[in-house]
């Protein structure tokens, strides 16, 4: 297409500048900040179900998915037209008929309303600032803001930023920092995203900020103890590089696509596949890939159960019939947030449809935009950065659950680069 929506908005006067400026930054600090901020793990309040404790959240979502809602209306229609792709579509159907079919139609409604107000307010991140330069000015900022505020609570509240013996959950994590977030695992996982956010400012004229950025956020993933973030990161980082400049279409999937078989043929494959299994424990790894075997057996079984519409999105994990109601429930099957399997998890909450739909819209789809920009030369730091966030994603999905997961700042930085991904092979922007 030859169409540049961000040159056919009228020049927008400077209060509204800054107004799409201010919903970026607001969008980008609530994901990743939430109103939960340092969270005192020691608190018996952990040991509660989230469930009705997320008014602000979806307040605060909604009121944000309005207003970008405006200015994407307003000024940016021919990019809002571009992801109306089948299989975007496609799978936005299907998880409403699985919301008809969820075990708790309440609870999947609710998690579908958040997931529309996400969607909304990602698809907008790309289009609100003015230009290249803003867009690195604006996220280069937000970045700061989180690396500063996670590395003030590691020197200054430790009991609130450093996981302690003291922690009721999990105070074997002891030690490891989790900065402003609740979990060391999302930590990791956050900041291996602002490590790549560090990078595209870097090569995007802010070389100060950037290396700032870059390096801070490496540290902290290492600091962090999460083993799967910081190997994930460095692949990423290495097989990115490597992908930007291979034109052979084999190739390049081979490069992409092959941490993610590994990773599911050892990691879950293990217990689906009995014969993996005994590989996987010959091989120099955590065979229990850090407990998760214990959860992906328990699990795996419950979604064979449903296989078509699923459970329901929200209607499986973290509920009171789980944690109290089953005798095949263990401790940390009972207790846990979600599969550590984003793959798995999907065909739990929307069954294998979902799945399918899933690969087609967030793997297959991006993956043909990222090949088409690369192949263009076209935007180089920005595409780098969107590429990397994506098959971070990928690969950190095959030992976590972002997939769908509400305002996961994960999720939300994956869905931007898959929005990012599909506006750079559709259009030119404003330099």
Same mark, same amino acid.
């Given at each position: 297409m030859t169409a540049r929506p961000t040159e056919q908005r009228e020049e927008a006067g400077l209060g509204e500048r800054e107004l799409r400026a201010a919903l970026f930054c607001a969008i980008l600090l609530v994901a990743w900040i939430t109103f939960k901020p340092f969270s005192d793990l020691a608190s018996p309040d952990t040991l509660e179900l989230a469930d009705g404790r997320d008014v602000e959240l979806y307040a605060a979502f909604g009121l944000m998915a309005a207003a970008s809602a405006f200015f994407v209306w307003r000024s940016d229609r021919a990019g809002l037209a571009s992801l109306a792709t089948p299989f975007n579509l496609a799978l936005a159907g299907w998880i409403a008929v699985t919301c008809v079919a969820s075990a708790d139609p309440t $609870?999947? @409604?609710?998690? %579908? %309303?958040m997931q529309i107000c996400a969607a909304v307010c990602c698809l907008a991140l790309f289009l609100l600032p003015r230009d290249r330069a803003e867009l690195a000015r604006l996220v280069g900022l937000v970045a700061l803001v989180i690396v500063g505020l996670s590395y003030f609570g590691v020197l200054f509240l430790p009991e609130l930023s450093i996981h302690q013996? $003291?922690?009721i959950g999990e105070p074997q994590l002891a030690g490891d920092w989790r900065g402003l977030f609740g979990h060391k695992n999302i930590s990791s996982a956050v900041f291996s995203i602002l490590s790549f956010v560090g990078l595209f400012v870097l090569r995007a004229g802010r070389p100060t900020e950037g290396w700032l950025i870059f390096v801070l956020s490496l540290v902290f993933v290492f600091a962090s103890g999460g083993k799967s973030s910081t190997a994930i990161c460095l692949t990423t980082i290495l097989l990115s590089f490597v992908a930007a400049r291979v034109? !052979?279409? #084999? @190739? +390049? +999937?081979?490069? %992409?696509v092959t941490p993610l078989a590994l990773l599911t043929v050892f990691g879950l494959?293990?217990? %689906?596949?009995?014969?993996m299994k005994a590989l996987a424990a010959a091989l120099p790894l955590d065979a229990s890939f850090t407990g998760r075997i214990d959860i992906w057996t328990f699990a795996v079984p419950k979604a064979l159960e449903k296989p078509i519409f699923g459970h329901g999105l929200g209607a499986f994990w973290n509920t009171a019939e789980l944690r109290f109601g089953g005798d095949d429930t263990n401790v940390w099957?009972? !207790? #846990?947030?979600?599969?550590? !399997?984003?793959? @798995?998890d999907a065909v739990l909450a929307v069954g294998l449809p979902g799945l399918v739909l899933l690969i087609a819209a967030l793997i297959v789809q991006p993956a043909g935009d990222a090949r088409r920009v690369l192949a263009r030369g076209d935007e180089p730091a920005l595409a780098l950065m969107f590429l990397q966030i994506w098959m971070f994603g990928l690969y950190l999905n095959a030992l976590e659950t972002i997939y769908f997961d509400r305002a996961n700042p994960s999720w939300i930085a994956f869905l931007f680069a898959v929005f990012g991904l599909r506006y750079l092979a559709e259009f030119k922007i404003r330099r």
């Open positions: $609870t999947s @409604l609710k998690r %579908v %309303v013996a $003291t922690d034109r !052979n279409g #084999a @190739l +390049w +999937w081979m490069i %992409v494959g293990s217990v %689906v596949f009995p014969q099957a009972g !207790n #846990a947030a979600h599969a550590h !399997n984003g793959y @798995l």
